[in-house]
């Protein structure tokens, strides 16, 4: 379940030079005032550069500054690229933890960076490194209108059906770049006798739309929905966590309300363990001393509040020495890449973070950190590549795969 | 801004960007927006004129003298800012210039576990720095109710109180010596010792207590040696709710009796403060209808010394009127106290929902006084929210031991008022400030000193904290080191009228 206790239609409206709507000013007023500042130290990036203008409190005071006719729009330009749209002050904030449901008036952040990164594109003004988001985006784009197949390629050989009422979503990340994970998925889901099918032409569901292009993310996401409920869908399993809040979030935020639930992977698996759909073999000798720990991706743990079921399978997994680190305490902590854009805006900050994350797993003495977001997966390796961090970085459904002896 | 000033300016940051590296002399209007209030209300309008000129982020000590080194030169103030999430305005740059935020200064240099000191880099949050402490088992003790986000330079700056200062000291107690860049640019150490650990030498003067407290007028803590204690093995906090204030007040006075060593701290709720939590706090814990005012009080120690006291608690507590109200209730209360505080969003007792900041005045007054000092004080706010019903609120009274190391004597004494910054018009304000003023001066003439925690330089209350509480020689005294130490008045100039100091000069 996504929990999102604030959606802020007053967001849609334009920030234009130097005027802000008068909502958004009390909103921007609300953290400014707040003065608690909880949302620096839990920041990752506040914690690489120490610079308080990276912050929720530096982004909603600049706007607040912005409307007592101290600057405008074009300044903060830069600063607003940094931001991994981590949600992790949105849940430090106060505004969140003590007054959210009772005010109404939760801090969203991450909502609030995208809306500014898309009034700036929209007052032609753009920000650093814009056109390489677009060329990103485009890239991608060019999938959903390239030829039939390529999509499911990943899917080659898995004979899977294109309709049912349980569908596997499939994201152009995941289909493209790391295509072990959604095979891992299928190759579950079947074993365990779960009915599913893939959409043909699933739409594009990037992040970095919503950082520049609001109409297209949710042109593909109509699409999306559409699709899926032809299809015949009742329940549609997410294996990309990004892909879960686009769904839980923005498309009810900007579509409405769906026609089919929602379900993580991690959520799935865990009542297929549950109910002895799913059951592990024996431990192997090379896997009876691994000692793992667990990344919570921001998009699942900061944002959805999923953080249960990856560490009920793992606790499951033969062989597997388990180390936790509370969901609350790895608020503080993000792979690095990001949840769109960020990566591409800031490499350096991003390495960083990411060596950062590594670093505390290797310091708890384990051997691999499990993960469930293909894009940490990604990053984590590319860092413990250049960093010579010795952790290695193992996707969830790999390890549920070896165990369930599915190679 | 006049030509020569300008020039000056421009002039400074050329030699700032060489010295710190361009990334790090920032000039943007954000960032000096978001580094020049601090976290006691404002009023919005003033925000513009308070700007400073640059904001620098120093990563060493060489570099915050090089700073103070530039801004001497060319006659351009300086403003240290930690966190900023100071109470005095300290932080807030009254003449423009250089903000020097430290907070890329966030090393820890050494960890002392046997001799127990823990050196620093004052840009390190307390939170954080107990996180690495913690598997020695140690800590550092000084936990005021913003210990999630200040910093040390902050807290030193303002010559900070603990939540804990009843066991364990303030932070005063807790420094055992410092590195400072002083106005004028030269790297010292205060302290006493050989090294940096001594913490009671009878050698010279007591300097390192000059350094704490004075509001960032007299120099930058660019590191500190802190004496560490080991982490107490259990906590017991207990709260009990009472039918009158009178009750309240009572009671404390038996614990500051009692002779518990490892009483840790005593709180009492006024009435207000109470019915204020009911219709404004989520987080607080719904109490029964009778209950009017409170007492809660924290122990750390061994758990066989937290066994053998409590009896002697519940039985103070119910001698005096107070009701028990389980360990639900006393751990939930004492788990947030650094929560607890404001959000911007209030209830009002007419069930709307205002957005308004906090302002908490923090004097100091002894046990005997807190009857006239509360009744005082609230005929003044009640004055003030009668005249402007839309711009104040009144959000009751705190009173929490302020003696280091004993439960006994003085009070830090808190009157938490709403202040609706948004709408805030130059009339409105003064009738704040002259509001302030006229609390301070109660605290004052009830023998007690205007700040026990944030510092005396707010506007309204500086007037008193100079020209009364210190007026026995002190304030001159004060104004006679600054000249000493800061010849150009360089360092956070406007507070606690330390100006007065060049004036003479000027008028020469
Ligand atoms: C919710 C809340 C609760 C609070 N509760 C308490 C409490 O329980 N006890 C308490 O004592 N205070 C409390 N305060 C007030 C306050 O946070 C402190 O007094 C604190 O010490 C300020 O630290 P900072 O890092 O935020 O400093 P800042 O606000 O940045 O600075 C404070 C002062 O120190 C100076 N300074 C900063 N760095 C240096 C340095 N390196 N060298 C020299 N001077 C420097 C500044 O110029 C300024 O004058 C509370 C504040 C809030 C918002
Ligand atoms: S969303 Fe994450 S990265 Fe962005 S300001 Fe909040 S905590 Fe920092």
Same mark, same amino acid.
């Not at chain 1, 591409?344 to 950062?356: E, F, M, N, R």
């Not at chain 2, 200062?165 to 590195?179: A, I, K, N, Q």
């Not at chain 2, 750390?300 to 028990?324: C, H, M, P, Q, R």
């Not at chain 2, 008193?464 to 210190?470: G, I, Q």
């Given at each position: 379940?996504?929990?999102?206790?604030?959606?802020?239609?007053?967001?849609?409206?334009?920030?234009?030079?130097?005027?802000?709507?008068? =909502?958004?000013?009390?909103?921007?007023?609300?953290?400014?005032?707040?003065?608690?500042?909880?949302?620096?130290?839990?920041?990752?990036?506040?914690?690489?550069?120490?610079?308080?203008?990276?912050?929720?409190?530096?982004?909603?005071?600049?706007?607040?500054?912005?409307?007592?006719?101290?600057?405008?729009?074009?300044?903060?330009?830069?600063?607003?690229?940094?931001?991994?749209?981590?949600?992790?002050?949105?849940?430090?904030?106060?505004?969140?933890?003590?007054?959210?449901?009772?005010?109404?008036?939760?801090?969203?952040?991450?909502?609030?960076?995208?809306?500014?990164?898309?009034?700036?594109?929209?007052?032609?003004?753009?920000?650093?490194?814009?056109?390489?988001?677009?060329?990103?985006?485009?890239?991608?784009?060019?999938?959903?209108?390239?030829?039939?197949?390529?999509?499911?390629?990943?899917?080659?050989?898995?004979?899977?059906?294109?309709?049912?009422?349980?569908?596997?979503?499939?994201?152009?990340?995941?289909?493209?770049?790391?295509?072990?994970?959604?095979?891992?998925?299928?190759?579950?889901?079947?074993?365990?006798?779960?009915?599913?099918?893939?959409?043909?032409?699933?739409?594009?569901?990037?992040?970095?739309?919503?950082?520049?292009?609001?109409?297209?993310?949710?042109?593909?996401?109509?699409?999306?929905?559409?699709?899926?409920?032809?299809?015949?869908?009742?329940?549609?399993?997410?294996?990309? =966590?990004?892909?879960?809040?686009?769904?839980?979030?923005?498309?009810?935020?900007?579509?409405?309300?769906?026609?089919?639930?929602?379900?993580?992977?991690?959520?799935?698996?865990?009542? +297929?363990?549950?109910?002895?759909?799913?059951?592990?073999?024996?431990?192997?000798?090379?896997?009876?001393?691994?000692?793992?720990?667990?990344?919570?991706?921001?998009?699942?743990?900061?944002?959805?509040?999923?953080?249960?079921?990856?560490?009920?399978?793992?606790?499951?997994? =033969?062989?597997?020495?388990?180390?936790?680190?509370?969901?609350?305490?790895?608020?503080?902590?993000?792979?690095?890449?990001?949840?769109?854009?960020?990566?591409?805006?800031?490499?350096?900050?991003?390495?960083?973070?990411?060596?950062?994350?590594?670093?505390?797993?290797?310091?708890?003495?384990?051997?691999? +950190?499990?993960?469930?977001?293909?894009?940490?997966?990604?990053?984590?390796?590319?860092?413990?590549?250049?960093?010579?961090?010795?952790?290695?970085?193992?996707?969830?459904?790999? +390890?549920?795969?070896?165990?369930?002896?599915?190679? | 801004?006049?030509?020569?000033?300008?020039?000056?300016?421009?002039?400074?940051?050329?030699?700032?960007?060489?010295?710190?590296?361009?990334?790090?002399?920032?000039?943007?209007?954000?960032?000096?927006?978001?580094?020049?209030?601090?976290?006691?209300?404002?009023?919005?309008?003033?925000?513009?004129?308070?700007?400073?000129?640059?904001?620098?982020?120093?990563?060493?000590?060489?570099?915050?003298?090089?700073?103070?080194?530039?801004?001497?030169?060319?006659?351009?103030?300086?403003?240290?800012?930690?966190?900023?999430?100071?109470?005095?305005?300290?932080?807030?740059?009254?003449?423009?210039?250089?903000?020097?935020?430290? %907070?890329?200064?966030?090393?820890?240099?050494?960890?002392?576990?046997?001799?127990?000191?823990?050196?620093?880099?004052?840009?390190?949050?307390?939170?954080?720095?107990?996180?690495?402490?913690?598997?020695?088992?140690?800590?550092?003790?000084?936990?005021?109710?913003?210990?999630?986000?200040?910093?040390?330079?902050?807290?030193?700056?303002?010559?900070?109180?603990?939540?804990?200062?009843?066991?364990?000291?303030?932070?005063?107690?807790?420094?055992?010596?410092?590195?400072?860049?002083?106005?004028?640019?030269?790297?010292?150490?205060?302290?006493?010792?050989?090294?940096?650990?001594?913490?009671?030498?009878?050698?010279?003067?007591?300097?390192?207590?000059?350094?704490?407290?004075?509001?960032?007028?007299?120099?930058?803590?660019?590191?500190?040696?802190?004496?560490?204690?080991?982490?107490?093995?259990?906590?017991?906090?207990?709260?009990?709710?009472?039918?009158?204030?009178?009750?309240?007040?009572?009671?404390?006075?038996?614990?500051?009796?009692?002779?518990?060593?490892?009483? @840790?701290?005593?709180?009492?709720?006024?009435?207000?403060?109470?019915?204020?939590?009911?219709?404004?706090?989520?987080?607080?814990?719904?109490?029964?209808?009778?209950?009017?005012?409170?007492?809660?009080?924290?122990?750390?120690?061994?758990?066989?010394?937290?066994?053998?006291?409590?009896? @002697?608690?519940?039985?103070?507590?119910?001698?005096?009127?107070?009701?028990?109200?389980?360990?639900?209730?006393?751990?939930?209360?004492?788990?947030?106290?650094?929560?607890?505080?404001?959000?911007?969003?209030?209830?009002?007792?007419?069930?709307?929902?205002?957005?308004?900041?906090?302002?908490?005045?923090?004097?100091?007054?002894?046990?005997?006084?807190?009857?006239?000092?509360?009744?005082?004080?609230?005929?003044?706010?009640?004055?003030?929210?009668?005249?402007?019903?839309?711009?104040?609120?009144?959000?009751?009274?705190?009173?929490?031991?302020?003696?280091?190391?004993?439960?006994?004597?003085?009070?830090?004494?808190?009157?938490?008022?709403?202040?609706?910054?948004?709408?805030?018009?130059?009339?409105?304000?003064?009738?704040?400030?002259?509001?302030?003023?006229?609390?301070?001066?109660?605290?004052?003439?009830?023998?007690?000193?205007?700040?026990?925690?944030?510092?005396?330089?707010?506007?309204?209350?500086?007037?008193?904290?100079?020209?009364?509480?210190?007026?026995?020689?002190?304030?001159?005294?004060?104004?006679?080191?600054? %000249?000493?130490?800061?010849?150009?008045?360089?360092?956070?100039?406007?507070?606690?009228?330390?100006?007065?100091?060049?004036?003479?000069?000027?008028?020469?």
């Amino acid at each position: 379940m996504s929990q999102q206790l604030s959606s802020k239609p007053f967001y849609d409206e334009k920030i234009e030079g130097t005027i802000i709507p008068l =909502p958004l000013i009390k909103d921007c007023y609300a953290v400014f005032a707040c003065r608690h500042k909880f949302c620096r130290e839990v920041c990752p990036v506040y914690q690489d550069d120490r610079d308080e203008s990276h912050t929720s409190y530096g982004f909603h005071t600049a706007l607040l500054g912005i409307s007592q006719g101290m600057g405008e729009l074009a300044d903060i330009r830069e600063t607003i690229t940094n931001c991994l749209e981590c949600g992790a002050c949105e849940l430090r904030c106060p505004n969140t933890l003590f007054g959210g449901d009772f005010y109404g008036a939760s801090t969203t952040t991450v909502d609030l960076v995208r809306k500014v990164r898309r009034d700036l594109v929209a007052s032609e003004i753009g920000f650093e490194k814009y056109e390489e988001i677009v060329a990103t985006v485009d890239r991608y784009i060019a999938y959903f209108e390239g030829p039939e197949g390529d999509l499911t390629k990943w899917a080659d050989g898995l004979n899977l059906a294109t309709s049912g009422e349980t569908m596997l979503f499939v994201d152009y990340f995941n289909a493209f770049e790391t295509t072990d994970i959604p095979r891992n998925a299928a190759k579950i889901l079947t074993a365990a006798g779960v009915d599913f099918g893939i959409l043909p032409r699933p739409g594009a569901t990037l992040g970095e739309l919503l950082d520049v292009n609001l109409e297209t993310f949710v042109e593909m996401g109509r699409h999306n929905v559409a699709a899926l409920e032809q299809a015949g869908a009742k329940r549609v399993i997410i294996i990309n =966590p990004h892909d879960y809040t686009y769904f839980t979030r923005d498309y009810t935020t900007h579509i409405g309300e769906l026609p089919f639930e929602v379900v993580f992977i991690t959520d799935v698996l865990e009542e +297929l363990t549950n109910n002895g759909q799913i059951v592990f073999g024996e431990a192997t000798a090379s896997e009876v001393f691994s000692k793992v720990s667990y990344h919570d991706p921001c998009t699942l743990n900061k944002i959805c509040g999923i953080t249960e079921s990856p560490r009920s399978i793992i606790g499951k997994l =033969p062989g597997v020495t388990y180390i936790d680190v509370t969901p609350v305490e790895q608020w503080s902590y993000c792979c690095g890449k990001g949840n769109a854009s960020f990566k591409t805006l800031h490499p350096d900050t991003s390495y960083k973070i990411g060596a950062k994350r590594l670093q505390a797993a290797a310091d708890l003495g384990v051997s691999q +950190l499990v993960l469930a977001c293909p894009h940490c997966k990604d990053q984590l390796t590319d860092v413990g590549a250049r960093s010579g961090v010795a952790i290695e970085p193992v996707h969830i459904l790999t +390890l549920v795969a070896q165990a369930m002896g599915l190679d | 801004m006049a030509v020569e000033v300008a020039e000056a300016l421009e002039a400074a940051i050329g030699e700032l960007r060489t010295a710190l590296g361009t990334e790090y002399v920032m000039t943007d209007f954000h960032q000096r927006a978001i580094r020049t209030t601090n976290t006691s209300p404002m009023g919005l309008h003033q925000w513009k004129d308070l700007l400073p000129d640059v904001v620098v982020m120093p990563a060493s000590t060489a570099q915050v003298a090089a700073v103070v080194k530039i801004a001497n030169k060319f006659l351009i103030p300086i403003t240290p800012r930690g966190a900023g999430a100071g109470l005095a305005d300290g932080a807030t740059p009254m003449k423009r210039g250089i903000i020097v935020d430290i %907070k890329r200064m966030c090393d820890i240099l050494e960890i002392d576990d046997e001799d127990m000191t823990v050196t620093v880099q004052p840009g390190i949050n307390m939170q954080e720095l107990n996180k690495v402490l913690r598997p020695l088992n140690v800590w550092f003790p000084d936990d005021p109710a913003s210990y999630p986000v200040n910093v040390l330079g902050g807290r030193i700056g303002a010559g900070g109180w603990s939540l804990l200062g009843t066991g364990y000291g303030h932070v005063p107690d807790l420094v055992c010596s410092m590195e400072v860049v002083t106005p004028t640019g030269d790297i010292i150490r205060v302290g006493a010792g050989g090294g940096r650990k001594i913490r009671k030498s009878s050698v010279g003067y007591r300097l390192k207590d000059l350094f704490i407290g004075h509001q960032g007028t007299l120099g930058i803590c660019t590191e500190v040696t802190l004496d560490l204690a080991p982490r107490p093995q259990a906590q017991l906090p207990v709260f009990f709710a009472t039918r009158s204030w009178e009750d309240a007040h009572r009671m404390t006075l038996a614990f500051n009796r009692s002779g518990i060593r490892c009483l @840790s701290g005593v709180v009492m709720f006024d009435e207000a403060k109470v019915e204020f939590l009911r219709r404004d706090d989520e987080a607080w814990i719904p109490l029964p209808e009778w209950v009017n005012s409170a007492v809660a009080t924290i122990c750390y120690g061994t758990s066989v010394e937290l066994e053998a006291v409590k009896s @002697s608690i519940f039985d103070i507590g119910a001698a005096n009127g107070g009701v028990y109200m389980g360990q639900e209730i006393s751990e939930g209360d004492w788990a947030s106290r650094h929560d607890r505080y404001h959000l911007a969003y209030h209830g009002r007792s007419d069930g709307t929902i205002r957005l308004m900041s906090w302002s908490c005045e923090d004097a100091a007054i002894t046990w005997s006084q807190l009857p006239t000092v509360k009744r005082r004080w609230y005929e003044i706010a009640e004055a003030l929210v009668a005249k402007h019903p839309e711009h104040f609120d009144i959000w009751g009274m705190f009173m929490y031991t302020g003696n280091p190391f004993r439960p006994w004597g003085d009070f830090l004494t808190e009157i938490d008022i709403g202040v609706n910054e948004l709408e805030m018009t130059p009339e409105i304000w003064a009738d704040w400030v002259e509001a302030k003023t006229q609390i301070a001066r109660v605290s004052v003439e009830c023998g007690g000193s205007v700040s026990a925690a944030h510092g005396g330089t707010r506007e309204g209350e500086v007037d008193v904290a100079c020209y009364e509480e210190l007026k026995d020689g002190q304030f001159d005294l004060m104004k006679r080191i600054k %000249k000493m130490l800061d010849p150009n008045n360089i360092m956070n100039p406007g507070k606690y009228h330390l100006d007065e100091a060049y004036e003479d000069e000027e008028t020469a």
